[in-house]
């Protein structure tokens, strides 16, 4: 046997050549599995796979040390709408027909005019918007409602390649026909996705981090529109149609819900890893989705939270300092339709987020006679007032 540097291999005469490292690997692997493995063909085999490691020029591990990270000054992340839309690949979900594409087509135009959306800065630039699911005709009808006139910035297409057929280097085209391109909407992710019935966490993976690489590579924002299952849950994120990988390869992801189809308000919920989790409540007004509230995650908590934490927190912010029993405090606060034992499992549920948040310490200690619960204001608060 022989092994030139082109990777042919001579066996008993016959000469095999392979092309690619993937196809060298298993084509020799397949080779010698029907035959018996004796230690020359064991070193050849080996042989080739090192040849073909150093062909291929795999690079090192770019490492960075901890101590000059901690050091190194770095620039803060571009957001195409600010707090809630940095550079990256994004989702945003929601059920056929709930207002999805008046959104983005919204957003499209704000963000190429450098208007703000729902009280948010955005970053004028130029808006490449892919409406798959569209015509001309139709996009025109909703231009004609949304804006009396727009820029030239705004680049529209309803037709493009698959994500494993082209669609990269049909982006890389647009952006350089038009370098100040900042922000892409594809609407919807399913019509540049090969079709399969196949749920598969690597594919969805694999797909949606093809674009994220493109996304960063380019420094620029990908909305992906995206569809909701039936399926109902209590943790609206798991709605999301496909697998985990979907969601997972994503720096951000909305999720645009009603409670009932023909509800005018819909909740806007967001989360994602440069972006604080929060949500809007909108209202589709005249074709467009106006703001009426914004909620962080700490005010939603106490939103969603019993009645009685907000009511203690109120007393506490008022008395700084309160000791005595569960049903003593009821009383104070005149709680009737609550036991003693629900109000202390509640506060001790609370204690390590809400109280905590509002820098009100709970505590329980045990008499001879009764079970003392403690509510205090923290004491470097107070002295900071003081």
Same mark, same amino acid.
């Given at each position: 046997m022989q092994v030139s540097k082109n990777f042919s291999v001579r066996v008993n005469g016959t000469s095999l050549s392979f092309n690619g490292f993937l196809g060298r690997y298993f084509k020799i692997y397949r080779y010698w599995y029907k035959v018996s493995f004796n230690s020359k063909k064991r070193s050849l085999f080996y042989r080739l796979k090192l040849l073909a490691g150093k062909e291929d020029n795999m690079e090192d591990l770019k490492i960075i040390n901890a101590d000059n990270l901690l050091y190194t000054t770095l620039a803060e992340n571009e957001f195409i709408v600010d707090e809630i839309l940095p550079v990256g690949l994004h989702l945003f979900?929601?059920?056929?027909k709930v207002g999805k594409s008046w959104l983005m087509l919204d957003l499209c135009i704000k963000v190429s005019k450098g208007e703000e959306i729902w009280n948010l800065k955005t970053n004028k630039c130029d808006v490449l918007y892919l409406a798959l699911e569209d015509t001309y005709s139709r996009l025109q009808k909703r231009l004609?409602?949304?804006t =009396? +006139?727009?820029d030239s910035n705004f680049h529209i297409a309803i037709e493009s390649n698959k994500i494993t057929n082209g669609l990269v280097m049909q982006l890389e085209s647009a952006i350089k026909q038009y370098p100040n391109t900042r922000l892409v909407v594809i609407d919807t992710l399913q019509k540049v996705r090969k079709q399969s019935n196949d749920?598969?966490?690597s594919a969805d993976y694999g797909d949606i981090s093809t674009l994220k690489a493109f996304a960063d590579k380019n420094k620029l924002a990908i909305i992906l529109v995206h569809h909701l299952r039936k399926q109902d849950d209590s943790d609206v994120f798991n709605k999301i149609s496909g697998t985990a990988g979907i969601m997972g390869s994503s720096d951000t992801t909305f999720i645009l819900e009603k409670?009932?189809? =023909? =509800?005018s308000v819909a909740t806007l919920f967001v989360t994602g890893r440069d972006v604080e989790y929060q949500t809007f409540t909108l209202r589709f007004e005249e074709c467009r989705w106006n703001l009426i509230e914004r909620s962080f995650q700490k005010e939603l908590e106490i939103k969603n939270a019993? +009645?009685?934490v907000s009511n203690v927190i109120s007393f506490i912010n008022e008395n700084k300092m309160w000791q005595g029993t569960a049903t003593e405090l009821l009383e104070i606060l005149d709680k009737k339709d609550i036991t003693p034992q629900y109000l202390t499992k509640v506060l001790n549920e609370y204690s390590k987020t809400i109280l905590l948040d509002n820098k009100i310490s709970f505590t329980t200690s045990r008499t001879s006679i009764a079970r003392l619960v403690t509510l205090k204001k923290d004491i470097d608060e107070l002295t900071e007032q003081s």
């Open positions: 979900c929601g059920a056929p004609f409602k949304l =009396d +006139e727009i749920v598969n966490y409670k009932s189809r =023909d =509800d019993p +009645e009685i």
